[in-house]
């Protein structure tokens, strides 16, 4: 999980450039937040990232539990960034005008940790199903997780969209369970549980009592 050193960062590189022919001002706030949050955290990582990303093992056993807000903004190298924070560009330009800067930065914030308690349980279960220790031991980075939540939110929030998945056209209300399972098979490397802790948290608040139970604890 280090990451590659001494070479140009080319993802770095094409993600601010596409930021840049966006354009700042077109971007909301807390979306810009986002992205700056993720890109300072890629340069001037907290710690390396086994002491960063978030397993059964280092989040519930040993109860390292700041890893679930550091696993979240840091990324295994410049194109795992970029292909996150693009993602997180357009879904947080189209949600954030939606739901109101302030809101979405709460969701934000709420969903970076659920997800990484979401991804431990089922890593969990997986361990006690099979009966397989390694589970326990799967350490995660990256914020994939939140933009699959936020990717439930859009399809909810814009019903009867349709989605280009590896060139086909699905129905936006099936595109996150069709990717899901496409990312795993393009890329097995990457966090099966981290993703389907995503869409779950997004089924919470959508389906479920999670927004009702964010409304309380706001006051609202």
């Given at each position: 999980?280090?990451?590659?050193?001494g070479?140009v960062?080319?993802?770095?590189?094409?993600l601010?450039?596409q930021?840049?022919?966006?354009?700042l001002?077109?971007i909301p706030?807390?979306?810009?937040?986002?992205l700056?949050?993720?890109i300072?955290?890629?340069?001037?990582p907290?710690?390396?990232?086994?002491?960063?990303c978030?397993?059964?093992?280092?989040?519930f056993y040993?109860k390292?539990?700041?890893?679930l807000l550091?696993?979240?903004v840091?990324?295994?190298?410049d194109?795992?960034?970029y292909?996150n924070?693009?993602?997180?560009l357009?879904?947080?330009?189209m949600?954030?005008k939606?739901?109101?800067s302030?809101?979405?930065a709460y969701?934000?914030?709420?969903?970076?940790?659920?997800?990484?308690v979401?991804?431990?349980?089922?890593?969990?279960?997986?361990?006690?199903?099979l009966d397989?220790a390694?589970?326990e031991m799967?350490?995660?980075?990256?914020f994939?997780?939140?933009l699959?939540?936020?990717?439930?939110?859009n399809?909810?929030y814009n019903p009867g969209?349709?989605s280009?998945?590896?060139?086909?056209?699905?129905s936006?209300?099936?595109?996150?369970?069709?990717e899901?399972v496409?990312?795993?098979?393009?890329?097995?490397?990457?966090?099966?549980a981290?993703?389907?802790?995503?869409?779950?948290?997004?089924?919470?608040?959508?389906?479920?009592?999670?927004?009702?139970?964010?409304?309380?604890?706001?006051g609202i």
């Open positions: 999980m280090q990451r590659r050193q070479r960062n080319a993802g770095l590189l094409l601010l450039y930021i840049s022919q966006v354009g001002q077109n706030s807390v979306t810009l937040g986002v700056a949050l993720n300072f955290f890629f340069l001037n907290v710690r390396p990232l086994p002491e960063v978030i397993s059964v093992n280092e989040g040993r390292n539990w700041q890893r550091l696993s979240p840091h990324h295994a190298d194109w795992h960034l292909y924070m693009i993602s997180m357009w879904k947080g330009i949600l954030e939606k739901l109101k302030t809101w979405f969701i934000i914030v709420v969903f970076s940790v659920l997800i990484g979401v991804y431990m349980a089922l890593e969990f279960m997986l361990t006690k199903i397989d390694s589970y799967n350490c995660a980075v990256g994939s997780g939140v699959f939540a936020l990717k439930v939110l399809n909810h969209r349709v280009s998945v590896l060139g086909l056209q699905i936006s209300k099936y595109a996150c369970w069709v899901l496409a990312i795993h098979l393009i890329s097995p490397g990457a966090s099966f981290g993703h389907l802790a995503g869409i779950l948290v997004g089924l919470m608040y959508t389906k479920g009592p999670l927004k009702k139970i964010m409304e309380a604890c706001a």
